[in-house]
């Protein structure tokens, strides 16, 4: 599969904000290429260990009446695709599951955390009696992804609970192929 050929017309702006991003972001897509919801990973600055990305944009979506009106179907997020920088993690990988998400694009593997197959294919892999399992696509604008966390990661961090000094570390910006 070419990733790149299925990247959504909201590509410009996402790229910009991958670039220039000291976050993990995900933004959530309909299957229009309309975004309908953009997040980054909130834990240092909530002191919340769950508000990853891709939570932050279900709850986004969720809190929406015009996109998840009364009413709406068991999974409201059927005909939804996720883009976001890191592999999603177990918590987030079963979520997504749970809300019936269509597809996810992600950057690079989560290798300690990965819920796509990083770790365990909580997506697809594992069977489940009524949820049904979805699509997750990684190596997605990979270089990128792996250079916004390098960049979110030698640079000091003032919204974490006790930050430590990272004024020594530097940017590596070489990026082995997997
Ligand atoms: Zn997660």
């Known amino acids: 599969m070419n990733i790149t050929s299925s990247w959504p017309k909201p590509w410009p702006w996402q790229r910009k904000r991958w670039l220039q991003g000291r976050f993990q972001w995900a933004a959530s897509l309909s299957g229009g290429n309309t975004i309908i919801a953009k997040a980054r990973n909130r834990t240092n600055q909530l002191r919340n260990a769950t508000r990853h990305a891709e939570l932050e944009a279900i709850d986004e979506i969720l809190a929406d009446p015009a996109l998840t009106p009364p009413g709406s179907s068991r999974y ?44 365990i294919g909580v997506n697809d892999r594992l069977g489940h009696p009524s949820h049904p399992p979805y699509e997750a696509i990684g190596g997605y604008s990979r270089e990128d992804a792996i250079l916004i966390l390098r960049r979110f990661y030698v640079t000091e961090n003032y919204n974490a609970p006790a930050p430590k000094s990272k004024a020594n570390r530097v940017l590596k910006t070489e990026i082995l192929p997997r």
């Open 76 to 119: 409201p997020f059927s005909d939804t695709t996720l883009y976001v920088t890191v592999e999603p993690c177990i918590m987030c990988a079963s979520a997504l599951r749970q809300m019936g998400i269509q597809r996810v694009f992600y950057g690079c593997t989560n290798d300690r955390f990965g819920g796509c197959g990083g770790v």
